[in-house]
């Protein structure tokens, strides 16, 4: 069945530093969604890509979607504490419902 | 205020005894679904249904039910727990492909 991957599995940075986390599946996807789940909380939300190739950018976060659509990568640049959580991608293929990522644990240091 | 409910939040129950995790929406969506979450895992999903009276499994159904009489309800049903039910569980509608969270019903059966 499809799989989605994502390294790494945690990542503890200083706050400013860069952070970047990425999503791999074995199959084509036909869009990818990431996701946001702070401690304690629930997934939020945060974008979706569709096309092959597509870069978005949210303020500080930058997501990239591969140009053959199996891939894809979340940059968030100067991390901040409030980026604290985990994020998950979310894999969509056609005629199926969405696969998530085991996700990436962002620690951010003050 | 759009939202997704759960109840309960908390629950620590015993094998065997029979529960139900109620979900309601609020934002009219068709789609719900229900997923676990588990360390190391990420999101997976029980069950989902793309209106009422329409349910279909997801990629790991074994020992849940689920029910769709209404639009705004989607109620999950354990009818009889195991400890490897013991999880995070999340419900979800989605509309326009995005998902919307519920706040969590964190379940413990011993």
């Known amino acids: 069945g499809q799989q989605v991957m994502q390294i790494p599995q945690y990542q503890h940075v200083q706050e400013g530093e860069d952070f970047t986390t990425y999503c791999n599946s074995s199959?084509?996807?036909?869009?990818i969604q990431w996701y946001k789940q702070r401690p304690g909380g629930h997934p939020v939300f945060l974008i979706q890509?569709?096309?092959?190739?597509e870069v978005k950018k949210q303020k500080r976060l930058t997501f990239q979607f591969g140009e053959a659509k199996k891939n894809s990568s979340l940059h968030i640049t100067a991390t901040q504490t409030t980026d604290v959580g985990t994020y998950f991608c979310?894999?969509?293929?056609?005629?199926?419902?969405?696969?998530f990522g085991p996700g990436t644990r962002l620690s951010v240091l003050p | 205020e759009a939202q997704v409910t759960q109840n309960p939040r908390y629950l620590i129950t015993v094998t065997g005894k029979k529960l139900t995790v109620t979900c309601s929406q609020n934002?009219?969506?068709?789609?719900m679904s229900w997923y676990r979450q588990d360390p190391g895992l990420g999101l997976r999903q029980i069950y989902y249904?793309?209106?009422?009276?329409?349910?279909d499994k997801g990629d790991v159904p074994e020992g849940y039910k689920v029910s769709r009489k209404e639009k705004r309800n989607f109620p999950l049903i354990l009818e009889s727990p195991s400890p490897n039910q013991t999880s995070l569980y999340f419900c979800?509608?989605?509309?326009?492909?995005?998902?919307?969270f519920g706040e969590g019903s964190r379940l413990t059966v011993l």
């Open positions: 979310a894999g969509l293929k056609y005629g199926q419902n969405f696969v």
């Open positions: 890509l569709v096309k092959s190739g």
């Open positions: 979800a509608s989605n509309h326009a492909g995005e998902l919307f």
């Open positions: 934002m009219n969506h068709e789609y």
């Open positions: 249904s793309m209106n009422v009276e329409v349910t």
């Open positions: 199959t084509t996807l036909s869009n």
